[in-house]
């Protein structure tokens, strides 16, 4: 669960992390491929999923937190990630974690990428 974020971190189940995150049921890693996905406009390498991708048949949902203000996401992303039967839900960092909690007390198989604000 996701217990806070901010000053360029998170807390999640009672560890630090500084950085941006991805977070799984099995795990929690600092993921910084988030900040490259975010500024690659419409396109992106299919690759940068690669870490994501071996949890594909565990996640039915993908949370991506996009910062502190929301902004457009990726087409290219998001039918990527379609193709691979994985919903994508974008916003901001704080509604994405709060979403992420929601979804993962409801038992859903949800992941998420979060990066980190100040």
């Not at 490259?36 to 994501?52: E, K, T």
């Not at 979403?99 to 604000?117: C, D, K, P, S």
Request: charged share 25%.
């Amino acid at each position: 669960m996701v217990q806070g974020y901010g000053e360029g971190e998170f807390r999640i189940s009672e560890r630090d992390y500084a950085g941006s995150v991805f977070i799984c049921e099995r795990e929690t890693v600092l993921w910084p491929k988030a900040e490259r996905i975010l500024g690659a406009g419409q396109g992106f390498d299919p690759a940068d999923l690669d870490d994501i991708l071996q949890y594909k048949n565990e996640i039915d949902i993908l949370v991506f937190g996009c910062g502190a203000r929301f902004v457009l996401p990726n087409t290219a992303l998001h039918a990527f990630l379609g193709r691979n039967a994985i919903a994508l839900e974008w916003m901001a960092t704080g509604a994405a974690c709060r979403t992420y909690n929601i979804l993962a007390i409801e038992g859903r198989r949800v992941a998420g990428v979060f990066i980190a604000v100040e």
